[in-house]
Each structure stands twice: as C-alpha cells, then as structure tokens.
C-alpha cells in the first residue's frame, strides 16, 4: 500500500485520452463510490463493478483500466483473458498480497498471465527501509478489510517478521 499503484493507473488514463474506461470493485469505497482516487488525493470517474462479467467495456475503449484488483472474484483472470483476445490492452493495480503476506487471489494468476509486472514499493512506516507488504494497524481477522492509512501501514520483509514475533 501506499506505493503509488492507483496514481499510476490515473496518470496513465490522464495520458492516454479519451480511448479507456477505468473499472473498480464495488467494495473499495474509501474516498468515493463513483470514481478511482489515490492517497494523494487524484480521481478519476470509474465504472463499478461486483463481478467481473460485469467488466464490459465501452465500444470507444482500447485500454480497460482496473484498480483494486485483489478485491475482485476469482474470474478476473478468465474474463481478462477473453477481453485480451478482443484485443483490448489491459492494466490492473492491486496487491499481491494480504496483510498477513498471503498471495491475494486472484492477483497471482493475473501477474503469472502478465507480459509486464511492475512491483512498486513504498518506505516502512518502522525503519524506513523500502517496504513490499502490508501492515495492518487495525485489529480483525478478517482478510479483506477496505481500508486507507488509519487502517494499514507500509512495513518491510523485516520488520514484518520482527511485528509477528511480538505478537
């Protein structure tokens, strides 16, 4: 969290014009129900979707943008397929793993399927080395926990290990 990914995804429709249609889950309500908006504040009007058959891009569309990826079902993977032998060119933003450092579905096979990844990383909020994970400040045991800052916190391998001794 916190590395960027979202801004990112907004720059890049910003950059290519009027030719995308930018996608979110209906879980990720944070800042807006309506549009994709990033920690520092962008956004950007979205379709929300629950499923990913509802993933069904405008006729204008080249590039399908989706934000959130992880907190999509387990088609996700299935329906990008189909959407790329219709050539559309996609980019999903999410994490690829939960705060206790599971592989969050269905983001694995999207990164196994991907001609690029890119991993963004951010600083850990205890060392202020670079951070890959996800640090959950909350209490709960549930694993999917929309939430911004108040919530989570970007923490490195480390000090990720050193936060589940003390536990």
């Not at 951010?122 to 999917?144: D, H, I, Q």
Request: net charge negative; aromatic share 10%; hydrophobic share 35%.
């Amino acid at each position: 969290m916190f590395s960027g990914k979202t801004t990112r995804l907004l720059n890049f429709a910003n950059n290519v014009g009027t030719g995308y249609q930018l996608f979110k889950p209906h879980l990720d309500d944070r800042y807006s129900h309506t549009e994709v908006c990033s920690h520092v504040g962008k956004s950007l009007p979205a379709t929300v979707i629950k499923d990913s058959f509802e993933l069904i891009p405008r006729a204008s569309v080249t590039f399908i943008l989706i934000d959130e990826g992880q907190f999509f079902d387990f088609s996700l993977p299935y329906r990008i397929e189909q959407l790329l032998k219709l050539d559309y060119q996609i980019t999903v933003a999410g994490l690829d793993m939960d705060y206790k450092g599971r592989p969050f579905d269905p983001m694995g096979q999207i990164l196994a399927m991907a001609d690029k990844v890119e991993k963004l990383k951010s600083e850990c909020y205890r060392c202020g080395c670079e951070a890959g994970r996800t640090f959950r400040l909350t209490e709960g045991e549930e694993r999917v926990m929309v939430g911004g800052s108040e919530t989570y916190a970007p923490i490195c391998f480390k000090c990720s290990v050193k936060e589940k001794e003390d536990e």
